[in-house]
């Protein structure tokens, strides 16, 4: 059993670090350049067609309102993100991609859909039925833990 572990748990540490690795490389080498693996993940987290607001999207990415706001604020002034009023209450700013955000956006779900396609390619069919078994347990784990930590 303690194998097992030693083996699940270089697998997860690597998986995680390998896949944070390959996505900033692929995004260092593509047309997106000026942009981060966390304004990547900040734009995807606004939508494609979607006007939201920060607190929505703050939660959504797990950090405060102002970390949130330096992030906006860099992609504003990078061209990604625009700022509008709600025409609702004029109070209430929402955040929504701009043509360039858009762009960057589909290229992001392009390489997200190029890596799901490799992996389902590599695997026989009771073999990725088990896999999205198991990594719906870890999924689960995962968002359990979230909760307990208030995330």
């Known amino acids: 059993m303690e194998q097992k572990y030693e083996v699940l748990n270089h697998i997860l540490v690597h998986l995680f670090n390998d896949i944070m690795k390959v996505e900033e490389k692929a ?5 997106f350049k000026e942009l981060t693996i966390t304004d ?3 734009i995807e987290a606004i939508g494609f067609n979607t006007s939201r607001n920060m607190s929505s999207i703050a939660k959504d990415l797990s950090i405060t309102v102002g970390t949130l ?8 002034k990078k061209g990604f993100v625009q ?3 709600s025409s609702k209450d ?3 700013v929402l955040v929504s991609l701009t043509l360039k955000g858009k762009k960057a956006f589909r290229h992001h779900i392009e390489f997200h859909d190029r890596m799901v396609k490799e992996i389902m390619g590599q695997l026989e069919s009771d073999e990725l039925d088990v896999l999205i078994k198991a990594l719906g347990k870890v999924d689960d784990f995962f968002g359990n833990e979230k909760g307990k930590l208030g995330l």
Request: charged share 20%.
């Open 27 to 31: 995004l260092a080498q593509g047309p």
């Open 40 to 42: 990547m993940h900040t």
């Open 69 to 76: 706001t330096i992030a906006i604020n860099h992609l504003v």
């Open 83 to 85: 700022r509008i009023r």
């Open 90 to 92: 004029r109070r209430v």
